[in-house]
């Protein structure tokens, strides 16, 4: 039976790709709140997604990503995404979990 990938697992996957490329702070922002808010089954740790909402805030101005009109200096503030998630959310988390 395969092994289910632990918040952990993800957690360093996301930590590591966004280290590389600030960009992904987006994607990976908006993934984890979806996964976190509509369906109630996190993958990542608090300290990850709330980590994120800071970097995101520091590298506002740097970051590009066709996303990020969907991110306000205010949810981030608050640590929360309650938007409007693009369609392509659902499939990138399934696809995430495998």
């Not at 089954?41 to 805030?57: E, G, T, Y």
């Not at 506002?60 to 309650?82: N, V």
């Amino acid at each position: 039976m395969p092994r289910r990938k632990t918040n952990k697992n993800f957690d360093d996957q996301c930590l590591q790709l966004t280290s590389e490329n600030i960009n992904m702070y987006v994607p990976w922002y908006i993934m984890a709140s979806y996964a976190y808010y509509v369906e109630d089954n996190p993958i990542l740790s608090d300290h990850v997604f709330d980590r994120m909402a800071k970097q995101i805030l520091v590298h506002y101005d740097e970051i590009e990503h066709m996303h990020k009109y969907l991110l306000t200096k205010d949810t981030l503030e608050a640590g929360t995404f309650l938007g409007e998630y693009p369609s392509r959310i659902k499939g990138a988390v399934d696809n995430l979990r495998g």
